[in-house]
């Protein structure tokens, strides 16, 4: 497997280096760094270029900067992992997403941007997830490597009205018997349906979910003809305004090593208000998550 691994050496590259490498290790991968150099990146080209000549002399020594702090990053990995290392010029996520063309895998840190600079400027991360033609893997700089030998147990969220299998799909092709998945539906929140006289009684366990049955049959039979029905299938209530809290709990209450989870790439204004599930999970979950779109 092909993986490229987007770097910012401003922000603890060994760090990352050292959740990456026991992943490469599972999926026998070959890593292809790539830095994107903001320095590098002209600003003033969408107005006819900046012509300064010591200006394009800063440029051209912090390049090599960083050429030369990403030689020295390769020089501390092994030496069979890494297929090769390159500095791009350019804005971060479409240089990333184009350099992506000919890999299998994208991987990259988050650091956990929240509050207003998140919302007006996103992270590379929720970029990537939202516009990456390839899966997509996002490794929390806080959380513990993972074991690089034994079964990992993985969470797979589903969704009833659109029952889409093809993470799950993508990570048994990928792990086969050494992964243990499990599928997640978060049953709808009722508390409105109930003010308004809809549901009478307050439901108090998944069984008593008057949607279980029609959301179980639609999933079951997808996992049926995508020949994963022995696939655990969980269902949670939903207690809080958005089910990727409920998945988060789920998820850290089983001790999950991943999540794996598609994307439909919403973007606009039903995006910016609400947020998908897959971008809210990749936000808040502590562990790595991988999207398939």
Known sequence: MDMMVAVDLSH?????????????????????LRVVSRGVYDAGGDFGGLHDPSLALRLAQHQQGEREALDELVKRL??????????????????????????????????????????????????????ANVPVMVLPL????IPTSGTLTAMCPVDARDV??????????????????????????????????????????PTE???????EARIRRAMDEAGC?????????SEDSHPAYELAKFGEAQAVDLVAM????????????????????VRIMPTSCLVVR
């Open 78 to 131: 092994p030496s069979d992992r890494v297929a090769s290392a390159e500095v791009l010029a350019g804005e971060v996520g479409p240089s990333l997403v184009r350099a992506a063309d000919y890999v299998d895998l994208i991987v990259l840190g988050t650091h956990g941007r929240k509050g207003l600079e998140r919302v007006f400027l996103g992270s590379v991360a929720e970029r990537l997830v939202r516009k």
């Open 209 to 215: 979910h008057p949607l279980l049955p029609w959301a």
């Open 12 to 32: 603890e590259p060994d760090a990352l280096m050292g959740r990456v490498l026991p992943w490469s290790t599972r999926f026998s991968g070959r890593l292809h």
């Open 164 to 205: 889409d299998l093809l993470a799950l799909q993508r990570l048994q092709a990928w792990h086969g018997d050494n992964v243990e998945p499990h599928l997640v539906y978060v049953l709808p929140d009722l508390r409105l349906s109930r003010e308004m006289g809809f549901v009478r009684q307050p439901v108090e366990a």
């Open 262 to 281: 598609p994307t439909h790439g919403r973007t606009g204004w039903s995006r910016f208000a609400f947020g998908s599930v897959t971008e809210q999970l």
């Open 229 to 237: 029905a022995s696939t655990p299938l969980h269902f949670v209530l």
């Open 142 to 145: 806080t959380a513990e490597p």
